[in-house]
């Protein structure tokens, strides 16, 4: 072989550098989307490509019949990734099985390859022709193909003929049909060119590497563009679907609002007889006071108008703190999140309960200082609120001195505590799996079944809290556990 590479030879030579920049570009985009198979087989037949660029530079440097049969075997032998990989790839590419020629190419091209390396007689003739490549005028010999050789490379054309056909087509399903049936056409120019070289017909470079080349190339173009249409489409589709998790988690905020506002107003309305006595016993006072005042407020001392006014002031402010949470209570709109004093809260509740507590239990508190928590003043309020009738309710009316119902708060592992306890009957085990769960009964002999528990759950829930129960002999303990306001604002 010469000692230096002519012109065709790096000609050739760079269709198979840019062979293998498409094999090694599209196995990097296989490996990024492994369900993009068509990748996989274009880098197969473009790996063939280099391979056919290798045996046909080497045949250009070739000055004896050995040499050439070496350099020509070598291209031959590529047509085994080339054919089978361009044959995967259609199928793959147009998503359609390819044509009949095209399914039988592989098992054909692998005989064609075989044979030749048994018994070369079946390729060459055993003489050499002296060949010019134009238009460098690089001289160098080939080793003569037999005639079942060029009938055998004859029926490629056909392949190719049939590829074409496939292509032109499905040129209304496949982006780029038009440039694809180009680049079909050139490589079927290029097979012909090579067929009439190898016979001595035509004085001429070898083109196959580079009608192979550029088809390569243009399907990783083509395949690029899909790719790039293709993650434009999955983020366009992630907007909408975000966008639409957004409308959904919106509605189900407002169904939950709905949901807890109808339950809160449920609870409210149970309390209204009760609530009716908070109010009417300081309003009567009131009154009397009133009338007691426009009585004798000429002929009393000073310091009994001051006690006067003073149990006035008391009541009079007893029925504002009630109305005023009952309005609280019992507005719809949703509120702010913020920082909220949950010790506040639970006092906020007790003048709205004490009236159901009158004839079941005492109420007690151990509120110690806790941090703040992150959410709405209103919503954790309806929990207290709920937990606090719920276990109200666990305590049969007629004696109230005999029982207790305790709410504590406190800051422990971490976490902001609302402890209610109750003295009241255990909760049996069957009903403990679907405490929480809307209308379901809390207790065996407890009036009946309601939303409290299970919207209590949803709220706590809401503020990245969870709800814990113990229950015994001894009473029943509703443990809820928030998440501090400073930690949720660094998390």
């Known amino acids: 072989m010469a000692p230096a590479m002519g012109p065709a030879a790096l000609l050739t030579a760079s269709f198979g550098l840019l062979a293998l920049w498409a094999a090694v570009f599209n196995l990097w985009l296989f490996a990024q989307r492994p369900r993009e198979r068509a990748h996989l087989w274009l880098a197969v037949a473009a790996a063939g490509v280099m391979w056919l660029a290798a045996g046909s530079s080497a045949l250009y440097g070739?000055?004896?019949?050995?040499?050439?049969e070496t350099a020509q075997l070598v291209s031959l032998a590529s047509a085994l990734p080339i054919v089978f990989g361009f044959a995967r790839f259609t199928g793959a590419f147009l998503q359609t099985p390819p044509g009949p020629l095209l399914r039988l190419a592989p098992a054909f091209t692998l005989v064609v390859v075989g044979v030749p390396a048994v018994d070369p007689a079946f390729l060459f003739t055993g003489q050499t022709h002296a060949a010019r490549a134009l238009p460098f005028g690089q001289e160098y010999v080939f080793a003569e193909l037999s005639p079942l050789a060029s009938g055998v490379l004859a029926i490629y054309l056909l392949v190719f003929a049939e590829l074409i056909w496939t292509y032109a087509r499905q040129r209304r399903s496949v982006e780029g049909a038009r440039l694809l049936s180009g680049a079909l056409a050139l490589?079927?120019?290029?097979?012909?060119n090579d067929l009439l070289v190898y016979r001595g017909r035509l004085s001429s470079i070898h083109l196959m590497a580079f009608g192979f080349g550029v088809f390569a190339c243009l399907f990783t173009a083509l395949l690029i563009r899909r790719f790039v249409r293709a993650s434009a489409r999955v983020e366009a589709s992630a907007e909408a679907l975000q966008a639409e998790v957004d409308e959904r988690t919106r509605r189900l905020r407002e169904r939950d609002l709905e949901l807890a506002h109808g339950a809160r107003m449920a609870t409210v309305g149970t309390l209204a007889a009760g609530l009716a006595h908070e109010i009417n016993d300081p309003i009567a006072f009131v009154s009397t006071n009133?009338?007691?005042?426009a009585r004798t407020w000429r002929a009393s001392d000073p310091a009994s108008f001051d006690e006067v006014l003073a149990e006035t002031r008391d009541g009079v402010e007893r029925v504002r703190r009630v109305v005023s949470e009952l309005l609280r209570l019992a507005r719809r709109a949703e509120g702010p999140e913020g920082p909220v004093d949950l010790c506040r809260v639970v006092e906020s509740i007790l003048p709205i309960v004490r009236a159901e507590s009158r004839w079941r239990a005492r109420l007690s508190t151990g509120l110690e200082p806790v941090p703040a928590v992150l959410g709405e003043e209103r919503l954790l309020g309806q929990?207290?609120?709920?937990?606090?009738?719920?276990?109200l309710r666990a305590i049969p009316e007629g004696q109230p001195d005999e029982h207790e119902v305790r709410i504590e708060t406190g800051f422990r592992e971490g976490a902001v505590t609302l402890r209610v306890h109750d003295d009241g009957?255990?909760?049996?085990p069957a009903l403990l799996p679907r405490l929480f769960d809307p209308f379901a009964a809390t207790r065996a002999d407890a009036?009946?079944?309601e939303l409290g528990l299970a919207v209590t759950h949803q709220l706590v829930t809401r503020h990245r809290g969870h709800i814990d129960v113990e229950t015994g002999a001894r009473g029943t303990t509703f443990s809820v556990h928030f998440p501090p306001a400073e930690e949720e604002a660094q998390a």
């Open 447 to 449: 009036g009946g079944a």
């Open 187 to 192: 490589w079927s120019f290029c097979a012909a």
């Open 383 to 391: 929990v207290v609120l709920n937990l606090v009738v719920n276990a």
């Open 62 to 68: 070739a000055t004896t019949l050995a040499e050439a």
């Open 425 to 428: 009957p255990e909760i049996a």
């Open 290 to 293: 009133l009338n007691q005042l």
